[in-house]
């Protein structure tokens, strides 16, 4: 009786593995949205699209995702501020819209004034390797592609060329989820020319490629002055020991450097299914992310403001 007992135990438990394992590559490894998605809001009144462009630094032709501001086509002399989201591992140009849906996100915050209108870019952080679920992108110039240089400097252009944007660093953010938050600070940090504002979902702060790659020792090397520029958003699943331990980590290491940032923790994390649990998790505190983004710029454009009537 108690063999029998342990056999159905045995049974019982392998088959819950092998659900965790299919959910896992169901949305993971073959990049499908989880089985429980998002609620969202469908007619946002926002359009996500993709482009191309030349690039250089990569040696072949690139994609981005492209989300106007309302009214953009309508005003053809205002400028915006512009927003960088960085996918993470196994993610694409398309993955904050079709995971995410990040027009969603836009439209409740611009709806409640929480986020000035802005034009989104969701860039294609996949290095020569490409997309798979074997290895997160490398999110810097290295052996696979200047990726780095793609990002923080090539399409920071392209993207000035092409659109009306506000040229002030500060009115320029950045960031990502899991392995694209590492990515939104280790490229940022470097082109602090372009990008002021940094936020990272469920991320981390050191990389295996070594100490070169890693904000955590990085950041140490950023002069004074360079980072009272800085304004820093973080958040972390409880259920995410490791990210959590890495983001609270960074988080004290900015607070002895002076450097402005918040940091939250909320339920949930990184998984396959449940309302706080994988693109659900990203989809919800996207909401914190960009809030704060457009609290920066809120003050951005207020001082702006301030400068224009003084003359």
């Known amino acids: 009786m108690k063999l029998r007992f342990g056999k159905v135990l045995g049974i019982l438990a392998g088959t819950i593995a092998l ?39 990569m040696g072949e032709v690139r994609r981005y995702g492209l989300i106007l501001p309302p009214g953009y086509t309508k005003n053809s002399v205002r400028r915006y501020p512009v927003i960088f ?3 993470g591992g196994h993610g694409d ?32 952080g996949n290095d020569r390797r490409g997309s798979s679920p074997f290895w ?46 590492w990515g939104a600070f280790n490229i940022g940090l470097r082109h602090l020319n372009n990008f002021n504002i940094f ?15 890693s904000p955590q020792l990085f950041i140490k090397q950023i002069s004074a ?15 995410d020991r490791e990210f959590l331990d890495s983001t609270q980590q960074f988080h004290q290491t900015l607070n002895q450097l002076g450097i402005a940032n918040e940091f939250r923790v909320f339920p949930g994390g990184h998984g ?16 914190d992310q960009l809030s704060y983004v ?4 809120k003050i951005a454009l207020a001082k702006e403001n301030k400068i224009v009537k003084s003359f």
Not at 29 to 53: H, K, M, S, W, Y
Not at 157 to 168: A, D, G, H, I, P
């Open 19 to 57: 659900l965790a394992a299919t959910g896992y590559w169901y949305v993971f490894i073959a990049g499908a949205p989880q089985l429980d998605p998002p609620q969202v809001e469908r007619n946002t009144g926002l359009t996500f699209q993709l482009e191309t462009f030349n690039s250089k630094a």
């Open 85 to 87: 989201l960085l996918h």
């Open 93 to 124: 140009a398309r993955a904050y819209q079709d995971k995410a849906a990040v027009t969603s996100v836009l439209h409740d915050l611009y709806k409640s004034g929480k986020l000035p209108p802005s034009i989104v870019i969701t860039p294609d």
């Open 136 to 181: 997160d992108s490398d999110y810097y110039d290295g052996p696979n592609g200047n990726v780095g240089t793609l990002i923080g400097s090539e399409l920071v252009q392209v993207v000035k060329s092409r659109y009306r944007t506000l040229e002030q660093p500060h009115f320029w953010a950045i960031g990502g989820q899991s392995s694209g938050g």
């Open 199 to 213: 936020f990272s979902s469920s991320g981390y702060f050191t990389d295996t490629s070594g100490a070169a790659n």
């Open 225 to 239: 002055t360079q980072r009272q520029q800085i304004r820093a958003f973080l958040d972390a699943g409880e259920a």
């Open 272 to 287: 396959i299914v449940g309302g706080d649990f994988g693109w659900n998790y990203w989809h919800k505190h996207l909401t």
């Open 294 to 297: 457009g609290q920066q710029f």
